[in-house]
């Protein structure tokens, strides 16, 4: 069965870091571009960062640039977004998924074709 599962959300200080994980079973992320969205209550999903299959480029949005980090662990088929100095702001439901398309600066911000994502995790920012 093809699964994404996404998990350490939580709530955090503004300041304060978490690292989010996607696990993928049924099926190999290397051949995929992987994406990170995150929607906010109230508001339309946005793209975070991508990361490319071909050749490990990543690509962030302006919001999140500088902050957030995504990587890839092929022997565990997982994909991470570590996230540093954590804004009021990034509080959303988090989303990875999967897409054939390519990667780029426009992708993170207009982007389409997604094959698989997960039920998201929810992080919160909040004093």
């Known amino acids: 069965q093809v699964q994404l599962v996404e998990s350490g959300g939580g709530l955090v200080q503004p300041g304060g870091s978490l690292r989010l994980s996607c696990a993928a079973s049924g099926f190999t992320l290397d051949y995929y571009t992987i994406l990170w969205f995150r929607q906010a209550p109230g508001k339309e999903p946005e793209g975070v960062s991508c990361?490319?299959?071909?050749?490990?480029?990543?690509y962030y949005s302006d919001s999140v640039k500088g902050r957030f980090t995504i990587s890839r662990d092929n022997a565990k088929n997982t994909v991470y977004l570590q996230m540093n100095s954590l804004k009021p702001e990034d509080t959303a439901v988090y989303y990875c998924?999967?897409?054939?398309?390519?990667?780029?600066?426009?992708?993170?911000?207009?982007?389409?074709?997604?094959?698989?994502w997960g039920k998201g995790t929810l992080v919160a920012v909040s004093s």
């Open positions: 990361l490319s299959s071909n050749d490990g480029s990543t």
């Open positions: 998924a999967t897409a054939h398309e390519r990667c780029d600066r426009s992708y993170v911000t207009h982007y389409y074709g997604l094959n698989y």
